[in-house]
């Protein structure tokens, strides 16, 4: 089983939809997340940050569930330029090491 | 301010060859972390310096070695090149080491072994 999952998707979903991903860990000690966005033949840059319960930026949303061992990114009203691949990512050894996921493809369509 | 650098951002190397890639971190920041992404994959970890100490090592083997000079800056070397060795490799700076630093992406050297 890998340490972090996604669903690869792509997603494709119109300018103004809600779309919601989520990423599940392995490592049940683990307390902290990123959410990093990546646009194509690019490098990832952070999006958002994940402790405790969770965090909110403008159209964003991240969601921290211990119990179930899953973390979730919501996007409100989306825009064509939230077109990317959003990397979920554990930290690791006192961030130390970085885990990631395989990434999910967004794509938003006129 | 300088992002992350690293040199050069394409390279074509045959089977067997060696390589080293170069990273310059963002100035102040004392850690620096390597990753190979490949594609359609999230990065994965190769390793992390802090205060020119391995700090951690990830799951490759030991064709991989890296090492960082006292002005904070960093080298990757790969040894006797194998096909599978074509991807992203990604260098992350951080101020340094927490479990809230971010990490800052260079734009990758992408390596293509032929």
């Known amino acids: 089983r890998k340490e972090v999952e996604q669903d690869p998707g792509p997603f494709n979903v119109p300018e103004g939809a809600t779309v919601a991903f989520n990423c599940t860990y392995s490592n049940s000690a683990s307390q902290s997340f990123f959410w990093y966005r990546q646009d194509c033949r690019k490098e990832p840059k952070l999006l958002m940050s994940?402790?405790?319960s969770g965090n909110e930026d403008g159209r964003f949303t991240a969601q921290l569930n211990r119990a179930s061992q899953y973390i979730s990114l919501l996007i409100r009203d989306s825009k064509l330029s939230d077109s990317a691949t959003y990397l979920c990512v554990e930290i690791y050894n006192q961030g130390g090491k970085l885990i990631f996921g395989q990434g999910t493809e967004l794509s938003v369509k006129p | 301010d300088a992002g992350v650098t690293q040199s050069p951002t394409h390279l074509i190397k045959t089977r067997g060859q060696q390589v080293t890639l170069r990273c310059s971190p963002i100035s102040g920041h004392k850690s620096v972390s390597w990753y190979q992404q490949v594609l359609g994959q999230g990065p994965q970890f190769i390793f992390q310096y802090y205060e020119k100490e391995e700090r951690g090592r990830g799951n490759f083997p030991d064709r991989f070695s890296a090492r960082q000079f006292p002005n904070y800056s960093s080298e990757l070397n790969v040894n006797a090149l194998l096909l599978g060795d074509s991807a992203l490799y990604l260098c992350?700076?951080?101020?340094?080491?927490?479990?809230?630093?971010?990490?800052?992406f260079g734009q990758g050297t992408r390596l293509t072994v032929v």
């Open positions: 992350a700076s951080s101020l340094s080491v927490g479990m809230n630093t971010e990490a800052f």
């Open positions: 994940v402790y405790s």
